[in-house]
């Protein structure tokens, strides 16, 4: 096994988003809009919850659209329906902020329709995809997002997951450029209180993930690894506290500090193995991204250990006994925060199939780990 000093290693760590954490962000996100131009994306009925209400009234003077994002999986073909819906809007007020209010599809797509070309037409919004840099004479709004449930840490990462539902293989397709950081994020934990439990649940799992994969990635570095054993941790402690006491403060705050600490960490690696196993799962059976994830998690763990000492140490750190005994840890923990689903409940009996071909994804290559039959 590989044995080296994370203290060793040389590394870069960037993040241009200024961030905002605290129980009134909402508030002050809303004040340092008053008298600019803006229009708000949001998930549907936002505005029935006081936070966002609040929020609401007070850039009433200045907002030129307020448009509810339906929920479920962030399409292109929704980013291109929104985009002719609100640029035309933005065209008349280049100044105007972008706010995305909501889970993580609202905010991939705000970061994707805040890029707005000459011309304003819809079907160029592809060319994002390969275009490392703005292409000529397209506008980038200002984009400030307000996430509302603690997991996906879209609000710190440069990439937005696209579905092209059009073609004929429903495909996952990235917007993962240098230029679509949002401006700044406003952390409020309030706004995750209305989360059912499932959303609760899952985006935490899916916070969760995003930790793990940071730990087994082979573009670790110390600073995102400490960020997600922390990370890691917390979900672990406050998930149970957070759907015994939806409505208390404490555990919310604790999640929403875990979800941006292992979206910082994520947003320098990206996602591994778990992630690249995940999107089959949730194309084939609809199941939400952080339980497509979550479900993956006990396998990965058990394929990373044993390949390197660095990894292993964190694993052993997050769950509080050596690395190999993690998986079992952690599969007792979904019990007790009632994550019911399982590879063989779900019909998944081609697990060395499926591992080895996520292990050619892009993301299955951040992996530092190999298939070992032993796991089955
Ligand atoms: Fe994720």
Redesign the pocket.
């Known amino acids: 096994m590989a044995a080296s000093s994370p203290h060793l290693n040389t590394f870069n760590w960037s993040l241009p988003v200024a961030v905002r954490f605290g129980l009134h962000a909402a508030d002050e996100a809303a004040q340092q809009l008053q008298g600019r131009p803006l229009v708000v994306l949001a998930f549907p009925g936002a505005r029935a919850h006081e936070v966002v209400d609040r929020f609401s009234r007070e850039v009433s003077d200045t907002l030129l659209a307020w448009v509810e994002v339906p929920d479920g999986l962030s399409t292109m073909a929704l980013g291109r329906h929104i985009a002719q819906r609100v640029w035309p809007i933005l065209e008349r007020s280049p100044k105007a902020v972008l706010v995305g209010l909501g889970g993580g599809s609202v905010m991939d797509l705000a970061k994707w329709v805040r890029l707005r070309p000459p011309g304003s037409n819809p079907a160029g919004l592809e060319v994002l995809m390969e275009s490392s840099v703005p292409p000529l004479g397209w506008h980038r709004h200002e984009l400030w997002l307000l996430p509302t449930t603690a997991g996906t840490g879209s609000e710190v990462t440069r990439w937005s997951t696209l579905w092209d539902t059009e073609s004929a293989l429903i495909t996952k397709r990235s917007f993962d450029q240098p230029y679509a950081y949002a401006d700044r994020a406003y952390i409020d934990p309030r706004l995750a209180l209305s989360c059912p439990e499932s959303v609760t649940r899952d985006s935490a799992l ?1 916070t969760l ?2 930790a793990l994969e940071v730990i087994w990635n082979r573009h670790r570095n110390p600073v995102s690894v400490h960020l997600a054993e922390v990370a890691a941790r917390t979900v672990l402690q406050q998930l149970p506290l957070a759907l015994q006491r939806p409505q208390d403060l404490s555990p919310r705050a604790g999640l929403a500090l875990a979800a941006l600490e292992a979206g910082m960490a994520f947003s320098q690696t990206r ?1 591994a193995l778990a ?1 690249a196993l995940s999107y089959p799962l949730t194309l084939e059976q609809g199941l939400s ?1 952080g339980a497509a ?1 979550a479900v993956w998690l006990p396998v990965v763990w058990r394929l990373a250990c044993g390949h390197s000492q660095e990894i292993d140490d964190s694993l052993c750190r997050v769950m509080g006994v050596p690395a190999i005994q993690g998986d079992q840890v952690l599969k007792d923990w979904f019990d007790r925060v009632g994550f019911g689903h399982n590879l063989q409940a779900l019909g998944i009996d081609d697990v060395q199939h499926r591992v080895q071909q996520a292990l050619n994804h892009p993301r299955g290559r951040n992996f530092q780990g190999a298939w070992s039959s032993g796991i089955l």
């Open positions: 899916d993930g995003h996602t992630h991204h994830v």
